[in-house]
């Protein structure tokens, strides 16, 4: 089972930039689908960025086209999240999360398309 931490939450100012990164455990990495996810108080948890297992594709939330890009490092068993010129409505806990790639042929936006999520880290955007 891999176990997922984030890092790199906090607090910024609008129009500021921050980095989420998301360590694995295990050597199964290069295999899941890995998806960054966020939750306001009071709002479904939502999926903010996908990058595909076994090539470069990605999904980002309409909201976030253009500021935020999901990278991976397979060699690191890291995904990152690099957000820029945020808003104060992307305030949130943001999760990282893993999905088995080879069952499907396209990417996972679903809460329960994921079988292993991280703690969480907060970011605040506030100024």
């Known amino acids: 089972q891999v176990q997922l931490v984030e890092s790199g939450g906090g607090l910024v100012q609008p129009g500021g930039s921050l980095r989420l990164s998301c360590a694995a455990s295990?050597?199964?990495?290069?295999?899941?689908?890995m998806g960054w996810f966020r939750q306001a108080p009071g709002k479904e948890r939502e999926c903010v960025a996908v990058?595909?297992?076994?090539?470069?594709?990605?999904y980002y939330l309409d909201d976030v086209k253009g500021r935020f890009t999901i990278s991976r490092d397979n060699a690191k068993n890291t995904v990152y999240l690099q957000m820029n010129s945020v808003k104060p409505e992307d305030t949130a806990v943001y999760y990282c999360a893993a999905a088995i790639g080879s069952i499907r042929n396209y990417l996972p936006t679903r809460r329960y398309e994921y079988h292993a999520w991280g703690q969480g880290t907060q970011v605040t955007v506030s100024s």
């Open positions: 990058f595909a297992w076994n090539s470069g594709t990605t």
């Open positions: 295990g050597r199964a990495f290069s295999s899941y689908d």
